[in-house]
């Protein structure tokens, strides 16, 4: 399906307007993303992941790292703390977009 600017259709949630902490994890190794919509950050910085994409872009989570919002691939990051073991799956908004 043409997803727009979206890179999925679904993502799971902790709530379920997706600003509840889900996990924390810690980086293992460093990321540069392509564009403004994700985050960067550089190995074991803590990242904090607030929803999931599922579907098509089941590798991409959404988090935070410091003040910086955005996408990154979730294999990059080593769970080491659960917030919420609640999932809600719901449709996706518009991608985050750059400004």
């Given amino acids: 399906p043409d997803l727009g600017r979206r890179f999925a259709e679904r993502k799971r949630c ?3 307007e997706c600003s509840m902490l889900m996990c924390r ?3 293992v190794r460093d ?3 392509p564009d403004c919509r994700f985050v ?4 074991g910085e803590a990242v904090y992941v607030y929803y999931k994409l ?3 872009s089941t ?3 959404a988090g935070s790292v410091g003040s910086d919002f955005g996408y990154f691939p979730k294999d ?7 917030y919420s073991n609640e999932e809600l799956e719901l449709p996706t908004d518009v991608s985050l977009t750059c400004s």
Avoid at 40 to 43: D, V, W
Wanted: aromatic residues 12%; hydrophobic residues 40%; without cysteine.
């Fill in 31 to 33: 990321f540069k993303g």
């Fill in 76 to 82: 990059l990051l080593e769970i080491n703390h659960n």
């Fill in 25 to 27: 994890g810690k980086a």
């Fill in 14 to 16: 902790a709530d379920l």
């Fill in 59 to 61: 590798e991409l989570w």
């Fill in 54 to 56: 599922i579907g098509e």
């Fill in 40 to 43: 960067n950050f550089k190995k």
